[in-house]
């Protein structure tokens, strides 16, 4: 189980979700059965990850997971990535090391740095 090596300068860009389940996901300890497998820390260092333009309604409560093995997550960027939540219940981010930088960005992500602002609509999409 798991490996080495890398992955990153992976680009995510102008999606709609509709009612997603677990829109934005980084899951390092995801193990199909885990029950019978414990996870593991994984040796793949990610980076330079970006979800950028992003639109749409969850249909879960924790609509952003990063969660990010021992070697953690860098450069992870979000901009302009605005979900809903497809059910009335508030939604939420979790982190597990996970660095990087959030603009625009709801709900917001408390381990991602940057002007994560509520109000989408006053700034253009830069990239």
């Known amino acids: 189980m798991g490996g080495v090596g890398y992955a990153r300068e992976i680009f995510f860009k102008g999606m709609t979700l509709v009612q997603s389940r677990n829109p934005?996901?980084?899951?390092?300890?995801?193990?199909?059965?885990?029950?019978?497998?414990?996870a593991?820390?994984?040796g793949v260092k990610v980076s330079e990850v970006e979800f950028i333009?992003?639109?749409?309604?969850?249909?879960?409560?924790e609509a952003i997971t990063l969660h990010c093995s021992d070697?953690?997550?860098?450069?992870i960027l979000m901009d302009?990535?605005?979900?809903?939540?497809?059910?009335?219940?508030?939604?939420?981010?979790v982190c597990r090391k996970a660095t990087g930088r959030a603009?625009?960005?709801?709900?917001?992500?408390?381990?991602l740095s940057g002007k994560q602002s509520l109000s989408p609509t006053i700034a253009p999409i830069m990239h």
């Open 80 to 93: 302009h990535v605005i979900l809903t939540s497809a059910t009335g219940k508030p939604l939420r981010s």
């Open 103 to 111: 603009t625009f960005t709801k709900p917001l992500v408390p381990c």
């Open 40 to 42: 593991k820390n994984g």
């Open 53 to 61: 333009g992003f639109t749409g309604t969850s249909s879960s409560e």
């Open 24 to 38: 934005i996901l980084i899951d390092q300890h995801y193990v199909a059965g885990a029950a019978n497998f414990p």
């Open 71 to 75: 070697l953690g997550c860098s450069n």
